[in-house]
DNA sequence: ACCTCCGGGACAGCCCGTTCGT
DNA sequence: ACGAACGGGCTGTCCCGGAGGT
């Protein structure tokens, strides 16, 4: 029918136009004539697809995190290195809340006071929490290294890229999280990979730790 | 001053009542009536301490970076083992944050897009970026760790520990920061006390890296 | 559409409610509440059909205006005797203001120091200006008249009036009117009108000059 | 005492602060701080003086009609020409308006909607009234002028001028008052002042009638 | 007596999230 | 799907007392 895809093109343009205004404004602050004015429809249409306020959220909230989904739950869910897994999720991560309204938005959703429960945040931890939990069980964690505080290290300094980069998004550049993981790799995989970082000859300057790349140039293996 | 003291208890009371429904509902969401209910005076009370909302905001966000100055701005100021001053400083941050409603509260108030330009996180962000260029300077980096990148992480990380407290108030645990430091001095330092670290005998459960005695444990020295 | 009857209906009975309140309390004092409740309809329809008293009051103004201007910009727009205009449109201005709560209201918020730029005295001015001017030019004021010292006059007057008329109501009658004309024409016109109008018989005292038939009683004619 | 002189000095300033307020914001607007800063008093101290606004504005009204009294009740009370007496008066009136900002403020306040029952018009139109029934009495006035129309129409040319110079000051000019005379007098009076009007000589341009030369110069003469 | 600092209550304007009739 | 209307609530600010200094 026509008329289901101009009202699935409203939905989208409400759920877009929503995620702008809470990006900009905050939850609270974010005024449901303004995000109807920029979606171009009127206020009742919203209310129309929309039950509530807190209804409009949920929905950009889920959005976002299907893409969030998208990012952990990548093709080789559970084999491969999980930490590189890890440094592939990160990097995607944060590109995706720089460069994607939706996810950026979900996520200030998240943070705010007035809404609580967002399964966002939540989701993105357990994820990172399972992920270390399973590096650690095949080995591949340096042996004093703790699952546990990995992953809150991580979630935090994640959470902590997107929340700054609200407001400078210079934050949200993929050299940030190069730069987390140069400085977290050595600890967190065992010594001899840790050696191959610390006592070989320095990498250029010009070529960083990248995503997908990371290990390779490490030349990083299982521990025995 | 009879008069002055018990004005002076009066300001201080709208500031702590402030503080309290700031970091409870956020700013935008956190009504005047609230605040001055909560403080046990009365409307007009409030506005002739503070004339608008914004002022009083700006008066907790004051309060709470004076409390980060003291942390920051400690005895040692410019001597000393530099990595150990973050160590403690982050420490003491987080305990403060986990402790004193007004500095949680500033935070909080700096990260609300409703409002601009909060200080907090900058001179938070600018010592951090001093003193790892002074520990860059003075040889506590290891050779390949760059500070930028450290100081980044290290910020974005106590950003992130202080967003997620606002939510579960679990994170806001010394023992996180402790975590933290575990896994990155060992890169961020020479090889040499990564060695001391790696290879030493596993430190006994309960005895984490604390504050102030995080380099004794190490056995910390200057690269030469 | 009956839609935008009823939208039309509420929003003539709110300029007309605000009038009321407008002309009985003066612009500061009055409340939107109470325009809203004598109009009938709730707060927010108030501010949806006027965004604010600003321009509510702007509103009211400006529908005075409309009546001002049938005023003066009668059927025999630049032809005719013009001192028959004036007497003509003085009359039926306070007739107006009397009669129409809207433009009594627009002349009160004309003057009142809490807002600025009104347009109605100033129309009003230009058009008693503007007559006068015409007047002399066409050789029907009296040599030593000045068409300057006239028009602040009879501006004054009808201000004077008008203001006057807010206290007692019985300064806003017609007659108020005619007598200023009769003290007026005389030394405006020429002498020779002038004398048919002193040394001719008295009019019966029943019968004053009129609007519409002023110059007939008096044998008005043009100075060759 | 010196107490009671600084006291004295303290009302004063506070009487002329208000008038200023009042005269630029009016009645509603004028806020009791913006008075007692501008009289450089705390706010308590206005209240000590004055319980209320209302009265504060009553003593401002006072005070502007002792003025006026001044004005009306001149020297030669009952005697001489009445309308001299007219002319003179309302030439002091309209530069008592322009100069004395009590005066200014206390007419002002008499016309707010918001404070009924102001006694300066009032008093201002009796005195009016007075004059030109003395005047009719006496036998000054021309014979088919009323003296009741004429009252009104100086009442409402006044109050017109004090209005309208509240907006722009240049209608606070004693010229406008001789103009107003110039159009009144020849037909106010009798028909042989008229005639020595309308068939002399014509007036220089350069001097116009002004107060207290008016009848000189028109060489008046009392009707027999 | 004269004046100040502080505080109390009230309410105004604005605006918002939501629903109803069409 | 939309225009119109509703009612509630927040911030700002105003007028005013009252306890206490000088």
Not at 78 to 106: E, F, S
């Amino acid at each position: 029918m026509a008329k289901q895809e101009r009202a699935a093109r409203t939905r989208r343009a409400l759920i877009r136009a929503a995620a702008e205004v809470f990006a900009e404004e905050g939850y609270v602050s974010a005024s449901l004539t303004a995000i109807s004015r920029r979606a171009g429809v009127s206020n009742g249409a919203l209310h129309f697809h929309f039950e509530s306020k807190t209804i409009l959220a949920q929905a950009v909230e889920e959005e976002a995190l299907q893409v969030v989904r998208r990012i952990t739950g990548g093709p080789d869910r559970d084999g491969g290195y999980a930490p590189q897994r890890l440094v592939d999720a990160t990097h995607q991560l944060i590109r995706g809340i720089a460069d994607n309204v939706v996810v950026r938005a979900g996520f200030g959703l998240c943070g705010d006071p007035a809404r609580r429960g967002g399964r966002l945040r939540r989701e993105w931890q357990s994820w990172i929490e399972g992920v270390l939990r399973c590096a650690k069980r095949d080995g591949w964690l340096a042996e004093g290294a703790s699952a546990e505080n990995a992953a809150h290290l991580i979630v935090a300094t994640t959470v902590g890229f997107e929340v700054l980069g609200r407001e400078n998004e210079w934050w949200l550049s993929e050299r940030r999280v190069t730069g987390m993981w140069d400085l977290l790799l050595p600890r967190l995989t065992d010594e001899r990979t840790l050696a191959a970082l610390t006592s070989g000859p320095p990498r250029p300057a010009g070529e960083p730790l990248r995503e997908g790349r990371t290990f390779d140039r490490l030349g990083m293996r299982r521990r025995p």
